[in-house]
Nanobody, 117 residues
């Protein structure tokens, strides 16, 4: 079992920045891909950014150039740096850990991000 705990959400003005953190309960980054997803009420959860165990990143087109996913192996923590935030970035953001070989997948509880003036 893996527990994922997100933090760092909140209210920010358009153009502002936030950094989300996702702390894993144990060292998993060598065998799990880590991702950040977001969901707006009534809509499907969508992938925002993903970081593979090998270090490859990919981003949704809507956040490219503004968001950066990274990890700190020593702290078992993955981050999502969000810059130039827009009102349409408002959502609940979820951390995800996925091991494709064994089919294991875990989710955090979510953290609310609201971009509004």
């Amino acid at each position: 079992q893996v527990q994922l705990v997100e933090s760092g959400g909140g209210l920010v003005q358009p153009g502002g920045s936030l950094r989300l953190s996702c702390a894993a309960s144990r060292s998993i980054f060598s065998i799990y891909a880590m991702g950040w997803y977001r969901q707006v009420l009534g809509k499907q959860r969508e992938l925002v950014a993903r970081l593979t165990s090998g270090g490859t990143t990919n981003y949704a087109d809507s956040v490219k150039g503004r968001f950066t996913i990274s990890r700190d192996n020593a702290k078992n923590t993955v981050y999502l740096q969000m810059n130039s935030l827009k009102p349409e970035d408002t959502a609940v953001y979820y951390c995800n850990a996925h091991n494709a070989i064994y089919g294991y997948e875990y989710w955090g509880q979510g953290t609310q991000v609201t971009v509004s003036s």
